[in-house]
């Protein structure tokens, strides 16, 4: 690795040049902190973010097969985007919409026999 500045060599983890004292910018993102996704929404896919919420009220049944959808969405979204996050949002909008939907399906089903 060179310094941008003065060209000088350094070494790949330094983070100012020894020479002229350039300092690295960084390329780590504020979604690379565990602590900052646990308190932020931050490198999260939004359809894991929406998925979770849905899962959520999904005890009300109406919302579960959405909570479902947006489930299995934002799994295939995370999968096909590596750095991002919520795959356990994602699974427990699955989870919950799957249960809740079953329980949907029964309710219909008793009201209309």
Known sequence: MYCASCGAEMMAQASTCEKCGWLVPRTESI???????????????????????????????????????????????????PEKHGMGRAIFGIVMGGIFSLVLVILLVALIA
């Open 31 to 81: 979604g690379d902190d565990p602590a900052m996704r646990l308190l932020l929404p931050v490198g999260r896919s939004w359809l894991a973010i929406v998925a979770g919420y849905l899962g959520l009220v999904s005890i009300l049944a109406f919302p579960a097969p959405l909570a479902l959808l947006f489930g299995v969405l934002a799994v295939v979204d995370i999968r096909n985007h």
